[in-house]
């Protein structure tokens, strides 16, 4: 076998080895939004772990592994420089500086994969790529659980539809559908080393079953995206998504104030539905500093509907403040506040004030909503509401179900500009469509502001940055899919099995070879 992988045009020296996978994971955000390209995916990671086959050591490993996540996080979320800079007003060195850094420390997760490959590496090339696709899940979790997480770019994300892998995320969630792209990857890489092998028979017939596991896997994932694991709920609703377009850099002025009123009343008032939303922190004060007749006046148009408005507005005060959404309208009012806090934009983590000092960042210190707040109930749907950053969770968006019949996400990403930001949201926001069987509504202020049905489909979008207001039907749903009954658990504990069977294996194949 060591023969074989010394044939391969993959170097065992290190720094040629870390540039390539550099510019694996680099070439690996092509695979999601907005090119889309999901079957490149697999392909990266299949060829990651035919460099890690050829790694000397898990030190080597750890490196490729970092290598590759490294390319991959600085092409895909160097966004947050522009969060930091351009809108948050930090000088532009120490921006880069922190954003180099983030993206190098989120790198460490691929690392720890790449490492444990290698330590657990043995003479099959099936058997190590069942365990690379395990640990490659189980680090990703990992990355976005540890330190309130950051699971952005997790391998699943790429496989929304058309990919025929979308049909497991009903079942398994993203990370099984990270499984899936990472077993794939590496199993096809398998049938390469197992072909090529010295005894050609034998080689040839574990090719053969490697080929088959693959085809199974996709097989199996086609035919998942044809069950409907819910059922509608009651008639359709009209439905108005307000796209307002405030730049960020103009959003807080105070002498702007009267205009963000009026572009959000204007908008309520020429797209009528029964339900209007309005998107985070749409209104720039305190929700209680707003003019009592300005909201009287929205929960009107929404009564003329039989209707309610969810509005993304900050309550509190200057003491204490959450990042709420309230509603207006037909229904009693109701509030919900964000749980999920992001680090440094909504909270600052022990030890960082002298960091946000150097930004120029409002209202950058809030304080989180309890973690069970029962959905809306408006517009004859009980809708379970989610602000920005917190769909990437898939298990806290699948908490508000069953009880919810509708998600709604309300987001601000004008804090990216134009980037790859918008669109990697977007998808996001499909798979929460997919895991939970739920129609998700968008209602954003620069982009994308969306309709995505219970399948993953975009049934309607604006295009970003314009003003407008996105006008369709949104259908209940009720029922669960497996995924919100029993999340993340059965897949995590499947990984884990699986890399501690290959760990016995290797050690007892270990044990055996020196007696």
Request: proline fraction near 7%; aromatic fraction near 10%; hydrophobic fraction near 50%.
């Given at each position: 076998?060591?023969?074989t ?8 020296r290190?720094?040629?080895?870390a ?5 694996l ?13 999901f ?9 990651l772990?035919?460099?890690l086959?050829t790694a000397?050591?898990?030190r ?9 996540g ?5 092409a895909g ?5 522009v ?16 954003t180099?850094?983030f993206?190098l420390?989120?790198?460490?997760y ?11 590496r043995?003479a ?7 365990a690379?696709?395990?640990?490659w ?5 990992l990355?976005?659980w540890?330190?309130t997480g ?7 994300y ?5 990919s025929p892998?979308?049909?497991?995320a009903?079942?398994?969630g ?8 990472a077993?794939?990857?590496a ?7 197992e072909?090529?092998a ?14 088959l ?6 097989a ?14 009651g008639?359709p609703?009209?439905v ?5 377009n405030?730049?960020?850099?103009l959003?807080w002025?105070?002498e702007l104030?009267?205009?963000s009123?009026r ?7 020429d ?14 004060a305190?929700y209680?500093r ?11 148009l929404?009564r ?6 969810l509005?993304?507005v900050?309550t509190g005060d200057s ?6 959404v309230?509603s ?11 749980q999920h806090?992001v680090p440094f934009g909504?909270f600052?983590p022990?030890?960082f004030?002298?960091?946000?000092a150097?930004?120029?960042i409002?209202?950058s210190?809030?304080?989180?909503g309890?973690?069970?707040?029962p959905?809306f109930a408006v517009?004859?749907q ?7 950053y917190e769909?990437?969770?898939g298990?806290?968006i699948?908490r508000?179900?069953?009880q919810a019949t509708l ?6 990403v ?5 980037s ?7 998808q996001?926001?499909?798979l929460?469509?997919l895991?939970?069987g ?5 209602a954003?202020?620069?982009g994308?502001t969306a ?8 049934l309607?979008a604006?295009?970003?940055f314009?003003r407008?207001?996105?006008r369709g039907?949104?259908?209940g749903?009720?029922g669960e899919?497996p995924y ?32």
């Amino acid at each position: 076998m060591s023969d074989t992988l010394s044939t391969l045009p993959l170097m065992h020296r290190s720094p040629r080895g870390a540039v390539l996978c550099a510019a694996l994971g680099a070439a690996s955000v092509l695979a999601f939004a907005p090119v889309g390209a999901f079957p490149l995916l697999p392909l990266t990671l299949g060829v990651l772990f035919l460099v890690l086959r050829t790694a000397a050591s898990p030190r080597q490993g750890a490196l490729y592994g970092w290598a590759f996540g490294s390319g991959l996080f600085l092409a895909g979320v160097s966004w947050v420089y522009v969060s930091l800079s351009v809108f948050g007003g930090m000088p532009a060195w120490l921006a880069g500086l922190a954003t180099l850094l983030f993206c190098l420390v989120l790198a460490l997760y691929p690392a720890l994969a790449g490492a444990l490959a290698v330590r657990l590496r043995s003479a099959s090339p099936t058997l190590d790529a069942l365990a690379f696709a395990a640990l490659w899940t189980l680090t990703e979790w990992l990355r976005g659980w540890l330190l309130t997480g950051f699971p952005w770019l997790a391998a699943g994300y790429a496989q929304t539809p058309p990919s025929p892998l979308a049909g497991y995320a009903p079942v398994v969630g993203v990370y099984g559908l990270s499984f899936a792209s990472a077993l794939i990857g590496a199993l096809g890489a398998a049938c390469i080393l197992e072909t090529t092998a010295g005894r050609a028979l034998q080689g040839r017939r574990k090719a053969v079953v490697a080929g088959l596991a693959v085809m199974l896997v996709l097989a199996g994932g086609a035919l998942l995206r044809g069950v409907a694991w819910t059922t509608p709920h009651g008639a359709p609703i009209t439905v108005a998504l307000l796209q307002g377009n405030v730049p960020q850099d103009l959003k807080w002025r105070p002498e702007l104030f009267d205009a963000s009123l009026r572009t959000y009343y204007q908008l309520a008032l020429d797209h009528p539905a029964q339900l209007t939303v309005l998107p985070e922190t749409a209104l720039p004060a305190f929700y209680d500093r707003i003019p009592r007749a300005y909201l009287e006046t929205l929960a009107g148009l929404a009564r003329r509907q039989d209707g309610d408005l969810l509005l993304g507005v900050p309550t509190g005060d200057s003491q204490g403040y959450a990042n709420s959404v309230v509603s207006l309208g037909n229904a009693p009012s109701q509030r919900y506040d964000k749980q999920h806090l992001v680090p440094f934009g909504e909270f600052v983590p022990p030890g960082f004030r002298w960091f946000m000092a150097q930004a120029n960042i409002p209202m950058s210190d809030f304080t989180p909503g309890a973690a069970n707040q029962p959905p809306f109930a408006v517009a004859g749907q009980r809708v379970a509401a989610n602000i920005c950053y917190e769909d990437a969770f898939g298990t806290e968006i699948a908490r508000a179900v069953p009880q919810a019949t509708l998600l709604v996400n309300l987001s601000n990403v004008a804090w990216f500009g134009d980037s790859l930001a918008p669109q990697q949201h977007l998808q996001i926001a499909r798979l929460r469509a997919l895991e939970t069987g739920r129609t998700m509504l968008r209602a954003t202020n620069t982009g994308m502001t969306a309709i995505v049905a219970p399948d993953g489909a975009v049934l309607g979008a604006l295009p970003p940055f314009t003003r407008g207001a996105l006008r369709g039907e949104a259908q209940g749903y009720t029922g669960e899919t497996p995924y919100v009954r029993w999340g993340d658990a059965p897949l995590l504990a499947l990984a884990a099995l699986i890399a501690t069977l290959v760990a016995l294996a290797g050690n007892f194949g270990l044990r055996a070879r020196r007696t």
